[in-house]
Nanobody, 124 residues
């Protein structure tokens, strides 16, 4: 299975972005999906996750209330809508697929397939 993340770019603080992740070579409905990010000089961290049906979601405290993860299994696509962006949201954002369809945790080891990342840069 392959994952292709897109939608990153340069945005001013306070702005919004909608990241997309398209899965190919498999059926999105069989996977839980997560978003992670890695800021310059920092370790990769969990951002959000959604179970296969979309009914269970989980967010990192740093983005809770500002971000929404969603999915459309028929379109093989997952989105991460990010609002009220802050400079500290600057990072490469990765989407990941977990083979356990109900998993919405933050452990990277439970995500088996990763995309290449899309860069989000938030300016002041």
């Amino acid at each position: 299975v392959q994952l292709q993340a897109s939608g990153g770019g340069l945005v001013q603080a306070g702005g919004s972005l909608n990241l997309s992740c398209v899965i190919s070579g498999g059926f999105l409905s069989t996977y839980a999906m997560g978003w992670f990010r890695q800021a310059p000089g920092k370790e990769r961290e969990f951002v959000a996750a959604i179970a296969w049906s979309g009914t269970m979601k989980n967010y990192a405290e740093s983005v809770k209330g500002r971000s929404t993860i969603s999915r459309d299994n028929a379109k093989n696509t997952v989105w991460l809508q990010m609002n009220s962006l802050k400079i500290e949201d600057t990072a490469v954002y990765y989407c990941a697929a977990g083979d356990h369809p109900y998993y919405t945790g933050s452990s990277e080891s439970n995500y088996n397939h990763w995309g290449q990342g899309t860069l989000v840069t938030v300016s002041s």
